[in-house]
């Protein structure tokens, strides 16, 4: 019997369910003629900050853009520097060498793929002014330890919570736990858009107008630009995209952890493989497997020939890509874990039958390894 590929996400399934509300959120904007800015963005940032426990959300461009304003809010200029991880996506350490400041990077906890708070105490310098964690596949950092180290050295701390959406550490939302936090609505992330947008969300009235002002060019009142800064605003159609779709993203989150919950227990006795930890408040907007024994590769090209897709985040750490490649030390556990990792598809509401494949796809594999006498 052919069955039809997997993808590794789909999200058809959610848009359909809410097709109405969302065609009429969109008559709603295109009859107020409200694109920029507008009642639409001032209530979409009005009920995230309400979510999150914080004070103010500015809706910008993009998640990208949304660490740039946040970096120089908390004063990333040339001369500071900023320590981050270098196993995520490039635009965590773009932003701080857009914004004219220094990354600095440390190693990774092997276990969660975060920023090992250990780490980042021997990185630390007389210019370090921010660090910046990010909740990486939608697990929490280990935030404790970020914000005693952020409050004994005079540090302001950054969460980069492009992936972790409603994600709690002990009741409390990531990016309601340092100075400021950034979050992406990218269509594949847990709250995507139809397009780019991002927020910045903070506890302080003063970022928050910083981050407002320098998101359109440098101004609160028109024509008096006091600064130089950047045309950055979420538009008003994907705000109200965003806000039909935010009212499902508790049940969303709940969904992907119970699949992740599945994965775990059908993968538990396959040898070759180490499955993630289901942490609270893990949203897993990446379901991650580590593919021991220099497999990952061969795996991968077997589910292909299957039809399951998979993929890579992320091949390279940040350190060996062209841009940085050679101005900074190795990264052992970040390095190994760029050798290792395999997302496996996962989206809100997939099919335990279509789970059933992949795993099955993966199964195969080990048992056709063994077969042919090779180290499983």
Known sequence: MN??????LDLRASIQEQEEELRQALVNVLQSGAFIQGPEVKAFEEEVADYLGVRSAVGVNSGTDALILALRALGAEPGVEVITSPFTFFATAEAISVTGAT???????????????????????????????????????????????????ELQLLEDCAQSIGAKLEGRATGSMG??????????????????????????????????KLGNHGSLERYHNEELGMNSRLDAMQAAILRVRFRKLDAWNYSRRKA?????????????????????????????????????????AHLKSVGISTIVYYPVPLTELPVYRGQYPKFPHSEQAAAQVLSLPL??????????????????????????GLPR
């Not at 910046?132 to 697990?139: E, Y």
């Open 3 to 8: 069955h039809p590929p997997i993808p590794i």
């Open 103 to 153: 990354p600095v990077f440390a190693d990774i906890d092997p276990n969660s793929f975060n920023l090992d708070p250990q780490k980042v105490g021997e990185v630390l310098s007389s210019r370090t002014r921010i660090l910046l964690p990010v909740h990486l596949f939608g697990r929490p950092a280990d935030m404790a330890a970020m914000q005693a180290i952020a409050e004994k050295h």
């Open 179 to 212: 100075a400021a936090g950034t979050f992406s609505f990218y269509p594949t992330k847990n709250l995507g858009a139809f397009g780019d947008g991002g927020l910045v969300v903070t506890q302080s009235a003063s970022i928050a107008e910083k981050v407002r």
């Open 260 to 300: 992740a919950a599945r994965y775990n227990q059908w993968l538990a006795d396959v040898d070759g493989l180490q499955t993630p930890e289901i942490s609270p408040g893990h949203v897993f907007h990446q379901y991650t497997l580590r593919i021991l024994d220099g497999r990952r590769d061969a795996l991968q």
């Open 347 to 372: 989206w809100p509401d997939m099919p335990e039958s279509t789970q059933q494949r992949v795993v099955d796809g993966i199964r195969s594999f080990f048992t056709n390894r063994a077969a042919a």
